[in-house]
């Protein structure tokens, strides 16, 4: 099944990815890896969840907002290769949550992320992970994640 198909299957549509903020590009391939910049929350559906997770937000909210990252990552990489079925496997995850003093729960945030991942590529939607509990982020953003994928042609 395609995976943007699942996606909207699952409620779940994708956004165009907009124009970066800054100096950047939103996702950059080189041979068969894509490199997505940090996506945060907003952009999907006009959605965005400032705050700290912990504070103003639930660790639910916090699940939520990095499903929102994963989609904003999924867009742009989809601005690169044009299809989204042409991910092979999901290489790495970095996950930075907007974090409360004391808030220890940042795995549980991301795996928000990780698990729609899994739901559409199944275990080529698993690899390498890393979940940061962070001060700030621009903006005020619950939650921004950044990720690498393999494609092919």
């Known amino acids: 099944m395609k ?5 909207a299957e699952m409620g779940w549509p994708l956004y165009e990815t907009q124009k970066p903020a800054g100096v950047y590009v939103p996702a950059l391939r080189i041979g068969d890896m894509v490199y997505t ?3 945060g929350v907003s952009r999907q559906g006009g959605k965005e969840m400032r705050g700290k997770v912990g504070k103003e937000l639930t ?5 939520l907002a990095a499903r929102y ?15 989204l079925d042409k991910v092979e496997r999901v290489v ?3 996950g930075f949550v907007n974090s409360a003093e004391g808030f220890d729960q940042q795995p549980k945030v991301i795996n928000g992320a990780s698990e ?7 275990e080529n939607g698993v690899g390498a992970r890393s ?3 962070v001060n700030e982020l621009p903006y005020g953003t619950a939650v921004e994640i950044e990720m690498i994928v393999k494609v092919k042609d």
């Open 69 to 83: 990252c994963i989609l904003n990552c999924l867009s742009a990489i989809k601005g690169v290769i044009g299809d």
């Open 59 to 63: 660790l639910e909210d916090g699940y």
């Open 131 to 133: 979940a940061i509990g």
């Open 116 to 122: 729609l991942l899994k739901e559409l590529y199944g």
């Open 3 to 7: 995976i943007e198909q699942k996606l």
């Open 37 to 39: 910049s940090g996506q």
């Open 92 to 94: 790495k995850v970095l």
